[in-house]
Structure formats: structure tokens, C-alpha cells
């Protein structure tokens, strides 16, 4: 028994050990960025940390780009040219270029990823206008060298603003495999990224809340988001109809809104979740229930009538959320998520599966009624 | 063809081994086969005193090899004037003064015409020897050893019985503080080497008229004395019934110490953690004997032995019970995780950093990859490196004595760790992985128990390099499924957590102390908690 | 005789059950058939739970009415009654596969991409082989060691989650099919049932009947509940046709909810955690084989049979490992069809033939 024991332990030793590499011997992929190509169909750019680089600072920051024609080729292409061994362990943030993500080419590309949990345990998947190299550029600077906060960052603001979408790879892929609603990702993009049109259209809304003023030539900010049907990108929505359509997926928690009153003037509200939408599905007609607190920040008196304000405010956001549905319904996409009550209908996954969905979400009337509580400078900006 | 493939498969060999929880309800094996056949040979090898003294003279001479050996005093005299007897010491080992005193004295004033020969050695000791402790025997082998233990033998012509005088007389050191098991509230007392005040040590904490010391002696051509202290009708009968054989079992020609005695007796030769619990403390042996354990005292050793244990009478400190019940909790509590920790720390890190980088996060990444920016040796070796120096600074720092140990611990903590760092050697995350480990390691009470931590650690480690995580795994599950097969003279090393006993005490940490009246529940001892 | 069966309690029987219920019931699935047609997996699980237990509860009012205290002495030793024991076994070594191919893929897959089955296999065989030659005493008590841990890793990984599980995810629900939850129930007693025939076989060891009975429930309704909670936790984290693609969706699980926690991660440290409890379920089952093969064939030593059953077992796994369609195929019909080794001996078992009356002498 003990020899037995014994010869295993001997096998062991011959075979080898797992293979390991010691801790300082990587650097580590924070981003991976995918866009079209010159030369070849894929141009895969990353954003490198490595550790214990220089002596003042701790981790070097470098940006490097690579064409290949999938994602083993540009791996192994980067890890020739860098003299460090790439490790994805620590990668937070997959930029998507708007370029490949119309035809939805980046599937293909991200196959490699769907295997691999810890590649994409971590990731956080944004959109963004190209060139991938430009936006990841501008996120380097001085003021906060660890840029593993980028991932967090996007959260926060989709947390705290709405103004943004916020998904992980998971959701990401669960939104292509699956047909119960459609991917929104966070948009982002260097300085002139805003021109953009949004498709929900009308007025003319800003990406952020106020109006950004980009002086520096290189600075990536993200708001607003991408919209696909399927794996192919369909749109644009700018950060107050991103905020509404959050509102309809129950990813809303906070944010800030201008509205313009009947007298012309604007009025600045913050808005709270209160409890999960109430949505139901029957015939081809679905009901949307939401409430809300609205806390007015800005005028510092309530501009109107309490009641009229509420209801005001109410017909506004509906009306709002009516037109982001019918923008949404005509590129096809169901960022809303109203599959996920329809999937509910069924009793077999058979007959899940042989129902088009899509096609009777295009012509889907839905009935937005929005709840408001009122305070007034209750919560402060 | 048939024949091979019945014989690949049906090697058997009884698995007969000792298990007091399982085997005790099926009554008590037989014992004492080997004892009696030990006996018939010291009988033929010594059998009885001779009737004439200088027959017995020849053979004291023989044995004692008196020519050579000028320690054996042979001091004849007449007794009453008119018998002649011999009175045999061991010089050194017998207090001259005494046999001077209450021996020879006496001897040539009593009157002994008029007794018969045969009834002399009890008139003798009954009207004349004023000595306390007396014993009358015609068993040479009995003779032999008094004499060696410091007794002085009389010998009387025309007489087969010999008597045995308490004449014990030896330096020995005074009762000292103890040096390894401090403890803050408990008393202040160590055992000695002499085996006769250990026992009153014990005696003096545990006032009961059951509490027996059995002494004993080893097997072997050297038969060192043995103490086995218990509480008669509360120890287990079978318990102790099974360490009489073990101990009977012995047969060596090594000095015996406790922990010779322990690797004797043990069924795991090849377990790195202890068996017995070793302490120089006699109310910790006291306690333990009131629980219904057994303390095993050897003659010449400073410590004794208590068995059976379990893994909580190695986690436990003299004066645990003596905390308060939260505080107590809490010590225990931080006890433990600093055993895991000096066990399990090193090896995670290595796990990680070798195999794992994903799993640490970006700060701790960049704070260990900094540190690393010069060091030249790979991590695995810097770490099993820094783990053998930590414990040779540990070695050093025990053999010398105590002013310059301390001073060694010192050298080897600071300067040498200081120095280490900046000769890139290695690096301060290492370093202070190593430190830790060392501070949880001295967390463990049992000095055995913390030389069997640092061997898991080393395993550990080279497991973790060898395969991160999985290696840690694969030989931290080997490492608790051998520990939970193996049993301490019967009693399962995890009792009362796995087994589980009828007492609840495994659901608390540390039970309140109005709860542990009685004895201890996993020996099945008289009287336990239930 | 050296079977190393031991003497064990009520408490210890219950946690080796219970971790093997646990650990089949949830790794033991195979995700390509569990999640083909829509998701029921918690449902089923519920289901061939009960099964399982109905299956015990009738073999221990058997072994009460003729008398024993284990599987085998109802089989018995005459020569054609004790092959009935031999699809039982293999029963069991399929169940101790199960789980441990699961997590060989998730090592190799995830964790260490650069190596082969056979490296991780070389460090995972032997702790398997030592387990199951130290005995059922070792092994109940290691379980009653590790219980607390496991419990406690589970529940923090089903807890951690919360922020992750979404309701709709677990429609459409297949009540429209009841035949196929059932088949899927069926085909599930491999992975439910062997925790308990397992138990039945080293029933020796326990105190009486009605310890090893009432060891088999608590194990089993609380382990198997737990693994079906934690596959409903598991179709509210991703939908069917996630699920249906992934190899070892535990895992992916694991790694989803953790991925938001900024400091250390322990999803590595919780999965390995996890694989000693499958070799723990694994050792078991191999022993509970080798012991109900050394009984009814009448081997006096269990530490050969151990040792064959474990190296039966470590080799079919590497050789299903084997990338070919006949492996795929092979694979897929030891998920769905191996129940047959259970359902076809049980009768024969608990069914008392009648003795034929000896003939005349014939001459």
C-alpha cells in the first residue's frame, strides 16, 4: 500500500508540475479594445499595466494595438512583441468598436471569450466610437495612475447618474444568445464622439446631463449608450433616454433630469427608484407601471401647483418613455426587456423557442404610467 | 490462472487495532500473555536468594560487577553480635547517614538469641530497623533493583529473605518554575527529574483516595521506573488495561524519557503530530487525571505524559478554563486561526502568486510585484528559503541559553531579515508572510503540535508550488483524512468533533464552565459529561 | 477479515451523505442533457430525491423484515444471486465519476489552461486512492470534518450571489411536459440514489438500522435540497440556453457573482474547496463498491478492491476524456441511460425468492 502510495507520488514528480510563472513575470491586460482592421479584419488594441515598472511610480501604463484575424492571432502577436507574458486575469473592460459592432462582426472575435470565465469574470462591455486606441489614451492620466478603477467607474456612474448602461459580459452574452431583450452598453468615445445622432430624436438632448466643454485633445468620457439587435448595433441613446430606458429594465437607482415647464423655464429633479416596475404582458399589449420619487433641486420654490407639477411631470416622462419605445421598436431592439414577460407565457421551452418574438415586439403597444412622489429639495443634489 | 487472480485479491491482514470508543461495549481484550512470559525469564535469569550469604555475596558480586565497579558498597557487620549480614548500597544513590543511623546502629544492639533463623529479618525489622519504608523479599531481580534505586539491601546468613531499606538519599534539583509552558494565572510549579516528587506534585493538587500511581518498570535491561497516575474507578478499565500491555511491550536498552516512552507505545509512528501530550506542569497532568486521563511519570524526566489527547487537548493552554467564558472564547478563537494561518498562509500565498495572480487584487498585486523588483531568487524558493531560516533562528534561539537566546531571536528577526531585504534576497511581502506565519505558529501551546505545524507548512508549500491550489488541496484533504483515521490510544484525534460524542460540547467553542462537571466525554471514562 | 468499515455514528453517516448528495446532485449533472429542453433542473432534482428515498426507505424495511444490516446481506453469497451486486457497483463508480469529471474539466478548462487531464489527474488520483483505502470510518469522519466548511462555502457563494439571480430567468418552466421531468427524474437516480446505496453498503458500520435510516433521511432530504436549491440559485444566475453551453456552470456561477469584489477573490479557493468534497463523495462511493464487492464475493481484504475500483474509475475518466464523437456519444447515454443498473437489480434484490425444495437424490 505505502510502495503503491509511493510510486504514485514518483509518477507525480515525473509528470511534471502545473505550469506557473512567477507573479512579476506578467503584465497584465486591463483593456481589450476590438475595431475594424486596415489590414486585416481586426485591429485588437490593449491597455497594459505593469506592475512594479519604474521607480516613483508603481505600474507603467502602455496602450498597444495589433491587426490579426481572430483573437489568438492578435494574442500571440502581442505577447511576440512584448517582452513581459500577457495574463488576462486581471482584464476589467472589453471596448467594442461601433465600426464592427454594426455588422455585428465582434462576435465572431469574441468567440475565444465565451470559454474563458476568467477573461470575462471581470469584464465590463462598452461601445465605442473608434479609434479604440484614442479613447483608451485618453482614460491614462496623471491624476490616478491605477486605472483597474475604469471598470468601477462606468458602474458608478450608471449607478449614481443613469445616465449610461451598465453590463458585465454575462449579461452581454446572455443578450446575443438569448432572444428575452436586447444588449445596451455603455457608450463611450474620445472628444467628438457626441456628434452621434441619438434615434430616439426630436429634441436634441445632451449625451450628459449639463453640456460638457472637451478642451484637451485627448479625453474619453462615457455617457449615453449603444443599442443592439442581436449582435449588431443598431443605435445610439443619449443619457436621458438611456436613463428611461433603465427605468423600464429596473437598472435605474438614481439620476438627474431638466425638464422645461409650460412657462418655458426649466426645472432640475433628481429621481429615485421607489420599487421594481410593474410590467404586464397580454395579446400583444403590455402595461408599464413605474414609481418614482422626484426631488426638485432647481428652482428653489416649486415652480407650480404641487399636483399640477406631479401630474405635469408624470405626462412628460410618459410621453418620453412612449417615444423611446417606438425608437427602439423601429431599429428592433428590446433594450426594454419585454421578452423576459413574454418567455414567462409558456410551458415548454419547444414553444419558447418557435415563437418570433421579435416580430411581435415590433408591433407591441405598450401603456407607460408613471407615479411620481413629490418633495422638494428633500434629498439636496 | 484462477489461484493468481483469488490471491491478488484476497491478501487479508486483520486489522486489529486498538479502539476504545468502538471496542470497549465488546469487553476488554486479554492483557497480560506477554507480561507473564517476560516474568517466567527474568525468573530463570535471577530466581531466588541463596540461604548462605556468601552465595549470595558471589552473586551480588557477579551482578554488581564489584571488582570493576567500586559504587556498590558491601558493608558486612554481625548482627547482635553473633549473625552475620551484609548490608548492600549504592553509593551516591543512598543516604549514608541513614543506613549509619537507622541500620547499623540498631543492628549491633539488638538482641537476637533465642529467634529462629528463619523468623530473623521480621523480628529484625519489627524490634530493631527504624526505618520507615521496609520490605522483606527472596526475588534476586527484586534485590537488584533496590539497590540500584538507592534502597540498601541486608543480607542475613542462613536466612533466603533479604530485607529492602528506603535509604534513597539522591541530590536532586528543588521544585522549579516551568520553562516552556508559561502561563500567566496558573501556579508556578514544574515537574523534576525524580520521579517520587512528581508524584507528590500530583498528589498535593489531586486530594483523592483513588488516585493511584502505579509504578512500574520498563522492559529492557535498564528497567527505568514508571508512574501511571489515574483515577481508579473513573479511568477507563480498558484504557488502562491497554497501556499496561503497551507498556509491558517495551523492551529497549535506550534511557527512557517521556517522549522515547510515547514513540514505544504509539500506533502512528509515521503521523507528524503527537500522541501523547507532553507538559511540565502538574496541574495540567493533574487536570487531565481528573478528567479521567492518564499521566505517565518516568523516572528522570522533567515532564510527563497524558494520555489519550484529542486535537483540543493539544490547542488548549494550562489556563483556558481559568479565562472568563467570552474572553476565553475569543483567545481560543484567535488561537486557532493562528493555526491556520501558520499552517495554510504561506502555501495560499505561494498558490496565488505562482498560479493564481488573478485572484489577488490589483493592489496587493502591484504592492507584491514591487517588492519583488530585484529579488533574485523565484518566489518558491524565497519562501521554503525564509521558512527554514525563521526556523533555524528557532532552533538557535531554544539551545542556547536564555539571555542570548532571546538576543539570537533578535539577530535573526531584524538583522538578518533587514539585511535579506536589501540584498535582494528577499522580498518584504515575503517577509512579513513569513513573520506571520512564525507568530501564529508560537500561537499553538504544544511545542510538539508547533514542530508538526512547521512540517504541514513545508509540505504545503512545495504542494502549492507544485500545483497552486490543487496541490494545497490534495494534501490538505490527506492530511485531515489521515488525522481523522488515526487515534490516540483509542480515542479518535478529532473526538468530540468527528466522531461526535453524546455531550454537546463540540457545538460550543468553549463550553461555560458550570458545564464540564464530570469527566472527559470521548474516553468513556466513570462519571462524564453527558 | 479487513474491510475497514469501522464503528461510526448517526451524525458522521448523515455528513458523508449529506456532502455526497451535494456534491452529485449539483456537479454530477451533465448540462448538454440536463438543459436541452428548458430548464427544470431544480425540479427534477426534487423529484429523483424523493425517488431515492423511497428506494432506501422500502431496501430498509426489507433488511428489518429478513434480518441484516447492509445491502449485502440481502443480496447474499450464493453464485447467482451475487451478480446482482455487480451493476450496483458499476452504479457506483459512475456516480464517483460524475463529479470528479466535472471538476477535471474545470481545472483544466479554467484554471490551469495549460495543462492536460492526465497532469491534474495525477494529483487528484492519489489523494483518491488514499481516501478510499483508509475506510468508511475515515471517510465519515473527514465528512463530519469537513461539513461545517463546505456549508458554510456554499452558503456564502448562494448568498453572494443575491444581487445576480433574476426570476425571469428560470421561464419558460417545462410544467407542459410532466413525461419529460419525470425521464429527466429517472435518469437523475444515478447522481440521487448513490449517496444512500452507498450508505446501504457500508451499513455495517453504523449503529443499528434505525441509526443508518435515519442518517440516509436527514443526509439525504438536506443535501438534496440543498443542491436543488442551488440549482434553482443556478437558473436564476443564467437561462437555459446559457446553460445549455456550459460545461461547468457552477463554477461560472461562482466567478459571475464575485466579479464586483474589489480586494481578495476566492472563487479559485472556494472551487477547490468544493473538489475535496466531490473526491470525499467519490472516495465514498468507490469504497461503498469495493465493500459491497468484497462481501457478496467473499474477498476477506477491501484495500485491492478499493484500489481497482478507484483505478477503474480515474482511468474511464481519462478515456471519456478521450475528444471523439463515440466518447461524446458514450458520455451522453452514461448520463441518461445509467439508471438502468439501478432500477433493473433493486427488484431482484428486495424480492425473496423461494427455495426450491432440494430434488431426490436422482440416482
Known sequence: MRRFILILLFLLLLSGCMQSKNIDEYAYVLNVGVERGTTMPYLVTVLISVPGGTEDTKV???????????????YETLNAAYPSRLSFARASLLAIGEDLAK??????????????????????????????????????????????????????????????????FGAYTEAIGDKRFDAMLAYAGANEYRLNPDIVGGETYPYTGGSLLVESTLKTSTAGSAVFDGDRMVGVLDGRHTMETLMVTDAFRKGEMHFTLPDGSTMRAALYRMRAPRIRLKNGEATVELRLEADVLEPKTLPMERNALKAYLETQLETELAAVLKALQRVNCDAMGFGRFRAKQFRSAADWEACDWKAEYRTLRVSFSVTLMLSHGMKGA | MKHAIRTLFQFDQPYRRFELLETEPRGTPSFFARRQTRRAKIKAAHGRMDQRLTANLAWIRERFHTDVNTDVILRPFKLGGTVDALAVSMNGMADDSKIAEFILRPAFRVAVDGVARAKLPSYFREHALSMHETELTDRRE?????????????????????????????????????????????????????????????????????????????????????????????VNPALLDEVRRRLDTISTDMRLTVGRVEQLIEDYTYLPLPQMLKTERPDRAASAVMDGRIALLVEGCPQAGVLPITIGTLMASGEDLDMRQPVGTVVLLIRMIGALLSTYLPAYFLALALHHPGQLSGEILETVVASRAMVFLPLWMEMIFLLLVFQLVREAGLRVPGSIGQAIGIIGGLLLGQAAVSANIVSTVVLIIVALTGLGNFAIPDYSAQVAAAYYRLLLCIAASLAGLLGIMVTGLCATAVMCSAKSFGVPFFAPYSPVTTHSEHLRFRTRIRNRAGTSDPLNPEGRRA | MNLRIGAFGRQESAAVVLIAAFFSGCFGIDSGVLYARGNASWIVQI?????????????VWVLRVRGGNDLSALIGTSRIKRFLAIPLILALILAAMQPLESFLFTITQYVFTDSKQVTAMLYLAPCLFLLTALGAETLVRTARILLPILLLSVAEALLSGIGEYHLYRIHPI??????????????????????????LCIGEGTQDRMAMRSAGRIGMIAGGLLAATALFALSMTFTYTQLKDMPSP?????????????????????????????????????YAASVLYAKTFGVRDVRPAALCMSGIAVTLILVLYYDSEITETIREHLYRDAWVLIAVPFPLILLRFKRRKPCAASS
Open chain 1, 60 to 74: 507603467e501604463n502602455t496602450v498597444v494595438s495589433a491587426e490579426a484575424r481572430s483573437f489568438s492571432e492578435a
Open chain 2, 142 to 234: 527484586a534485590v537488584e533493583q533496590a539497590i540500584t534505586e538507592g534502597r540498601t539491601a541486608i543480607l542475613l546468613d542462613g536466612v533466603k529473605e533479604a530485607i529492602l531499606c528506603d535509604t534513597r538519599g539522591f541530590v536532586s534539583r528543588p521544585v522549579g518554575e516551568p520553562q516552556n509552558e508559561m502561563t500567566i494565572m496558573g501556579p508556578k510549579e514544574a515537574f523534576t527529574e525524580n520521579i517520587r516528587t512528581n508524584v507528590t506534585l500530583l498528589r498535593r493538587i489531586v486530594k483523592r483516595s483513588d488516585f493511584v500511581c502505579e509504578f512500574r518498570d520498563s522492559g529492557g535491561t535498564n528497567r527505568t521506573r514508571l508512574a501511571l497516575c489515574y483515577l481508579d474507578g473513573t
Open chain 3, 47 to 59: 423529484i429523483a430525491v424523493v425517488q431515492a428515498l423511497l428506494l432506501f426507505e422500502g431496501t
Open chain 1, 103 to 168: 455588422d455585428g462582426a465582434q462576435t465572431a472575435f469574441l468567440d475565444f471569450a465565451f470559454g474563458k470565465p476568467d477573461l470575462w469574470q471581470n469584464l465590463r462591455v462598452v461601445a465605442v466610437k473608434p479609434p479604440v486606441r484614442d479613447v483608451f489614451e485618453g482614460w491614462i492620466s496623471d491624476a490616478d495612475p491605477s486605472l483597474r478603477k475604469i471598470k468601477t467607474a462606468v458602474g458608478d456612474l450608471s449607478d449614481e447618474s443613469g445616465m449610461t448602461a451598465d453590463t458585465g
Open chain 3, 174 to 199: 417545462p410544467f407542459g411536459e410532466p413525461l419529460q421531468i419525470f425521464t429527466q427524474a429517472g435518469s437523475a437516480q444515478i447522481r440521487a440514489a448513490a449517496p444512500l446505496i452507498a450508505l
Open chain 3, 250 to 286: 457552477f463554477y461560472r456561477m461562482l466567478v459571475e457573482v464575485r466579479a464586483e469584489n474589489p480586494t481578495l477573490r476566492l472563487d479559485r479557493a472556494v472551487l477547490f474547496l468544493w473538489l475535496s468534497g466531490a473526491i470525499l463523495s467519490a472516495a465514498f462511493y468507490l
